[in-house]
């Protein structure tokens, strides 16, 4: 997280972080993400790095899970963050802010997770299983396709 500190409003980094789900150690499940990264009240980080290893981040003010039954939540504090085509495995340096466009910040169920939105499409997805995801231009944060390609592989997912 050290190297993320340019990116991060100054808050974030003054406070304690702490690894609560990832891929390696809990598996691929959407459902154990709810679970393990339930923080209420708590900023989140999702960290992201497809096959190709293009890292994507996704900040938000508040965590955004276990659901209940699908629905949407989050504020206009989160953002989108892409690392540079040229450099895949370099952190993010592309921040895509909430547009005021829409509300449609985060959205899941059991099956889907849904960050950003606006005319059908997703700023970023992931499935069920956490193995595929993808990523379209949205109105909700101005956001450009995350990824080479608008659907992906997921190698690593972190939640801090």
């Known amino acids: 997280l050290p190297q993320l500190g340019p990116h991060l409003p100054p808050r974030l980094m003054e406070q304690p972080w702490s690894l609560l789900y990832c891929t390696r150690r809990d598996g691929f499940s959407l459902l154990t993400l709810y679970r393990c990264g339930a923080q209420p009240g708590r900023p989140a980080l999702l960290l992201i790095r ?8 996704r900040r938000s003010r508040t965590w955004w899970g276990p659901p209940a039954v699908p629905h949407r939540t989050g504020t206009g504090m989160g953002t989108l ?4 085509r040229s450099q895949p495995t370099a952190v993010p340096t592309q921040v895509f802010r909430w547009t005021g466009r829409n509300n449609f910040f985060v959205k899941g169920d059991a099956d889907l997770l ?3 939105g606006g005319s059908g499409r997703f700023g970023l997805w992931l499935d069920g299983d956490l193995h595929h995801g993808g990523s379209h231009p949205c109105e909700t944060f101005g956001n450009e396709t995350l990824s080479p390609r608008e659907e992906f592989c997921v190698q690593d997912l972190e939640v801090w």
């Open 114 to 116: 849904m960050v950003g």
């Open 50 to 57: 497809d096959t190709e290893a293009q890292v994507f981040l």
């Open 81 to 84: 963050c892409p690392s540079p």
